[in-house]
């Protein structure tokens, strides 16, 4: 079982950068494909971007790909979404998730068990 505690959200004007992070619990993290999604109010929950168990592999929405970025330090028991660019269009709630899969990490949220809480991002002037 794998505990995710996201943070490092916070208020960050257009054209600016930040990175979240996702904190991991439990001794089979390092086994697991790792993905962010994001929920705006009024809007479906959507895919950003994932990163196998190694990070060997990783996949992003088209929206975010040339913009963010994913990595992991297993040794930390966390992942990291690093964004630059940002647009108002960004601002959301960002969620981690995290299942154990071998192949390429998913992009659908249903195909992940273990669930963060989320962190406001917002992007204003």
């Known amino acids: 079982q794998v505990q995710l505690v996201e943070s490092g959200g916070g208020l960050v004007q257009p054209g600016g950068s930040l990175t979240i992070s996702c904190a991991a619990s439990?001794?089979?993290?390092?086994?697991?494909?790792v993905g962010w999604f994001r929920q705006a109010p009024g809007k479906e929950r959507e895919f950003v971007a994932t990163?196998?168990?190694?990070?060997?592999?990783?996949d992003y929405a088209d929206a975010v790909r040339d913009r963010f970025a994913i990595s992991r330090d297993n040794t930390k028991n966390t992942v990291y979404l690093r964004m630059i660019s940002l647009k108002p269009e960004d601002t959301a709630v960002y969620y981690c998730a995290a299942v154990l899969t071998p192949g390429l990490p998913p992009r659908r949220s249903r195909d992940y068990d273990y669930w963060g809480q989320g962190t406001q991002v917002t992007v204003s002037s």
């Open positions: 990163i196998s168990a190694r990070g060997g592999r990783s």
């Open positions: 439990g001794r089979t993290f390092s086994s697991s494909t």
